[in-house]
């Protein structure tokens, strides 16, 4: 059986990602230094794989210990979650991030060259796009400067990858997400926002749950039909799906280095999904419209025809279903905390 060493396996879109890998028949073996998840994941996790999952709780950036994970396993390829996601910290705290996410990365790569690992597969994300002039957005749609030092961390991770895999035996599949929501059908896993959310889907869930009062919409006077901002919203399991179609093909490319936007292709506006919201909860959610946020890009969605073919991964997804499947874990964890 093929090992993977997922990195950040435990956090939200690397639980998704364990439980597919292993109903995809690899072993997993997950480094987690639980700055941003609970060690309990991992038993919500193979309650629904109903396979074990090797952990261990330690820090990518820490030399010993990624040599010794990497002596005591044979790894077929790694997939590399573990960063710092935080937009409005990232701003306030730059040297934090850059030392998590550039320097983990350095060290993950550093580890994998000398230990013999090939295959990796990188989280980057749509902020490395900006304010695109053309939509959908292609690979090849030039990357612009970023708007925080979060979306910096994910240019220069993308080009030391890019330059690394120019000399050094290594294949690379750099996933651009659009916008992941929702959490596992089961409601086991899903994602724990760090204080007030300043994420829609989870702002909106707490909402319903009487956790926040209202949702402010931040804006409707942008130039798309009803006024407010367009995201590609992507439920999370299938997200998770395309690392496995990636570690699929990650070392049968003709390059050593890919990369693939991970979106559903359509676009959907801030009152779409308070409407998808609202259908499948049943729930009226309380909300006002306030000024524009920030930095907020006015549309984006994604070009999804290379990964469709070359992956042969699609979005199975809705907006309807990420939005339930949201509520669900919403209502799980709003049990266990009352
Ligand atoms: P998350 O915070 O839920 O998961 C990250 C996990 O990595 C956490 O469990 C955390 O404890 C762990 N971690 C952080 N630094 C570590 C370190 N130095 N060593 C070991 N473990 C460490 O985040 P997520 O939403 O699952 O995001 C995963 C990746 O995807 C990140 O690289 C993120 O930047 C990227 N991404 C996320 C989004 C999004 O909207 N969630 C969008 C685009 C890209
Ligand atoms: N929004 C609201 N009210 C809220 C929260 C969000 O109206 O309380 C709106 C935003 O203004 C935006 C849309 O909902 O129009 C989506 O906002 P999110 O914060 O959920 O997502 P963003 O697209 O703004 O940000 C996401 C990730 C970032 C990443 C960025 C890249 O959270 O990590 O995509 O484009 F950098």
Redesign the pocket.
């Known amino acids: 059986m093929k090992k993977i060493l997922v ?9 998704h990602t364990v439980v597919e890998l292993q109903s995809s028949g690899y072993d997993v073996v997950v ?7 609970t060690e309990g ?1 991992k038993e919500q996790i193979v309650s629904i794989s109903g396979r074990s999952i090797d952990l261990v709780i ?5 030399e010993q210990t990624m040599n010794r994970l990497f002596q005591e396993h044979n790894f077929y390829g790694v997939i ?6 935080a937009v409005g910290e990232s701003v306030d705290n730059p040297i934090k991030y850059y030392q ?2 550039i320097t ?1 990365l350095i060290c993950l790569l550093g580890a994998m060259e000398r230990h013999g690992v090939q295959n990796l597969i ?6 490395v796009y900006g304010i695109a002039e053309d939509l959908p957005v292609i690979e090849d749609t030039p990357i612009k400067s970023a708007e925080s030092p ?1 979306g910096t ?2 240019i220069i991770g993308e080009k030391i990858i890019q330059d690394y895999t120019k000399h050094k035996n290594i294949n690379a599949i750099l996933l ?6 929702g959490a596992h059908p089961s409601a086991k896993i899903g ?2 926002p ?1 204080g007030v959310p300043s ?1 829609l889907v989870p702002y909106i869930t707490q909402t319903a749950a009487g956790i926040r009062e209202q949702l402010v919409i931040h804006g409707n006077d942008y130039n798309t039909s009803d006024g407010t901002c367009i995201r590609d919203y992507i439920h ?1 399991v299938d997200l998770a799906k395309a690392h496995v179609k990636a570690m699929i093909f990650v070392d049968k490319m003709p390059n050593s280095v890919d990369v693939f936007n991970v979106g559903t292709g359509n676009g959907s506006s801030v009152l779409e999904v308070v409407k998808a919201f609202e259908e499948r909860s049943d729930i009226r959610l309380n909300y006002i419209v306030g000024p524009r946020r920030d930095g907020d890009v006015e549309q984006i969605f994604a070009d999804t025809q290379k990964i469709n073919h070359v992956l042969q991964w699609q979005a199975e997804y809705d907006l309807h279903d990420m939005m339930y499947h949201a509520w669900l874990w919403q209502k799980s964890i709003s049990r266990k905390i009352n």
């Open positions: 990195t950040g396996g435990l956090g939200y879109i690397g639980s480094i987690d230094n639980l700055d941003n998840s994941v330690g820090d990518v950036n820490d590399h979650f573990a960063a710092y996601k998590n996410n983990g990188f989280s980057s994300s749509c902020t979060y961390t994910k651009r997400y659009f916008n992941p929501v994602e724990f760090n994420n999370v």
